[in-house]
Structures are given as C-alpha cells and as structure tokens.
C-alpha cells in the first residue's frame, strides 16, 4: 500500500503541475501535429488491433486491475510486466521515465486513469500517435510518414500502418531500415498474435 499511496500522490503532483489537456494543446499548436482527421482509417484501424484492440471498449485501467498488476509486478522482483495500454503509453511518454520499477508502474497507471477521465478516446489515440518514437531519432506520425514513405499520414496504406504499430514496439532493436531481419520476426509475431486472437483473417495474415 506504500507504492500505491506514494505513486498517487505523484501521479496527482504531475497531473497538476502540467495538466495533460495543456499539454494536448501545447503538442496541437506545434507545426508537426497531425489532426485526427488527417490520419488515414488503415492507421486507426491497425494500430488498434496490434497495439491495444480493447482500447474503445476500456476505461483505461481500474483499481482492481492496477492492484493485480502490481501484485504481478511484485512476483517478478519489482520488474514491470509488458502489454501496456495506449493510454498508459501515453502517460509514460508524457510525464515518466522509461525505468522499469513497480513504483513507476503504478505511478503510470494512476496517470492513465487521470488521461481518461480528461481527454475523450480520439483525444488519446490522436495525441499518442503525435508523440510517440518512430525510430531513427523520429516523434511523431506526420515525422514519421515522412521520413519512412515520403507521405502524410492521411496516405498511409495498410501495410505502412502496420509497419508503424509494430515498430513502435522496438523502434531502435527492430528498426526495419538497420535490421530488417530483426523487424519482420517482431512483424509476423505480432501479426501472428492477432491471428490467433481473431482480430485479423488469415487472409490478412498472409497478406501481410
């Protein structure tokens, strides 16, 4: 109980000392934003499905599941499980440290239910995918786009979206430009998750 009460009241510290709908509005006014509106539906649909495919039907992360997960993190020696969600992405990339503690962990979690009670589902997605790390010293979709294809985002087919949603997953071990080999192993094991998961066809599994 401890972690928890320390990590609420640092979540809470950090959330009012740069309110995340301030920090939305901050990263909109930038030259790079891209809007919801001009990201193409193969990216909302392929980054849901690999990165976190209960995103719209989730209120981010209860009490009961921040608990559980904690308990979890405990059994494996304060070393934090995988699987994040994309709000607790989003709250990582915007106020933690990237280490890999229970205390950071819980800090995250309380943070993403702050990001969820504040910012409407588009909201998240939309800003997640400015901020995020595409690799190659690259923040951000419309950067990313760019430099990867040449394109803006609303250009995107479903082959480059799905590219992103698993880069992102190792954007400097599985960089697709430096190692290729690297990146289609990490490609076809997540793609091969979906499958398993029905989230895609077979069809598209071996499509793609």
């Known amino acids: 109980m401890i972690y928890v009460s320390a990590a609420y009241l640092k979540a809470q510290y950090l959330t009012r000392k740069r309110p995340v709908a301030l920090l939305l509005t901050e990263r909109k006014n930038s030259a790079d934003y891209c809007a919801w509106e001009k990201i193409?539906?193969?990216?909302?649909?392929?980054?849901?499905?690999?990165?976190d495919p209960g995103f719209y039907e989730r209120k981010g992360m209860t009490l009961m599941?921040?608990?559980r997960?904690?308990?979890?993190?405990?059994?494996?020696?304060?070393?934090?499980?995988?699987?994040?969600?994309?709000?607790?992405?989003?709250?990582?990339?915007?106020?933690?440290?990237?280490?890999?503690?229970?205390f950071r962990k819980i800090t995250e979690s309380f943070i993403?239910?702050?990001i969820e009670h504040c910012l409407t589902k588009e909201e998240i997605f939309t800003f997640y995918l400015n901020i995020i790390y595409y690799g190659n010293n690259i923040?951000?979709?419309?950067?990313a786009s760019m430099y990867y294809f040449s394109?803006?985002?609303?250009?995107?087919?479903a082959n480059q979206a799905i590219l992103f949603a698993c880069l992102i997953a190792g954007p400097n071990a599985a960089d697709?430009?430096?190692?290729?080999?690297k990146f289609f192993s990490l490609k076809k094991r997540k793609l091969?998750?979906?499958?398993?998961?029905?989230?895609?066809?077979?069809?598209?599994l071996k499509y793609f």
């Open 40 to 51: 193409s539906e193969e990216v909302k649909k392929y980054f849901i499905l690999i990165e």
């Open 65 to 67: 599941t921040l608990i």
């Open 69 to 102: 997960r904690g308990i979890a993190c405990l059994n494996r020696r304060n070393q934090i499980i995988h699987g994040s969600t994309i709000s607790q992405q989003l709250a990582k990339n915007l106020y933690l440290r990237f280490d890999r503690t229970i």
């Open 112 to 114: 993403c239910l702050k």
């Open 139 to 143: 923040y951000g979709i419309s950067n």
């Open 151 to 157: 394109k803006t985002p609303a250009e995107l087919t």
């Open 176 to 181: 697709p430009v430096h190692y290729p080999d």
């Open 192 to 204: 091969e998750k979906c499958f398993q998961e029905g989230l895609i066809s077979e069809k598209e």
